[in-house]
């Protein structure tokens, strides 16, 4: 069994700060569960293009609000507490901080190792079989 605090993880090299965003990797490749589980917080009217051709990632917003477009349709969906998306299709995507700061509750598969960082197209690299 594995019980994982956030507070925890605030300031070890679980705690990824990126341009934008700073993500909490609670659940990492290394960990076995064949996904990784993160807290990410969104600051209010950040924005940031991303596409995930590598991996696919389900985000459940547990606190503040934003949006999230759909490159390929052009819709735009509010994102506020109670929201969930899928980005089942490695959707290429502009997400953006609202009013408040998102708190979002991320999962990856394949999971990540923990230090990925978003290449020019806003993906990480594919997973290169290590730990």
């Not at 993160?38 to 600051?43: Q, V």
Request: net charge negative.
């Amino acid at each position: 069994m594995k019980v994982v605090r956030v507070q925890d993880i605030i300031g070890t090299e679980r705690e990824v700060n990126g341009p934008g965003w700073t993500s909490r990797r609670m659940l990492l490749k290394k960990d076995g569960m064949g996904f990784s589980m993160h807290e990410t917080i969104i600051p209010a009217g950040a924005e940031m293009d991303l596409w995930y051709k590598h991996h696919l990632e389900a985000v459940y917003c547990v606190a503040g609000n934003g949006s999230i477009l759909d490159k390929a349709t052009g819709e735009t969906h509010e994102i506020t507490d109670g929201t969930l998306y899928a980005l089942d299709s490695h959707d290429q995507h502009t997400l953006r901080g609202g009013t408040e700061d998102m708190r979002l509750i991320c999962t990856f598969n394949p999971p990540v190792t923990g230090q990925e960082v978003h290449d020019a197209d806003g993906a990480y690299l594919p997973d290169d079989g290590e730990a």
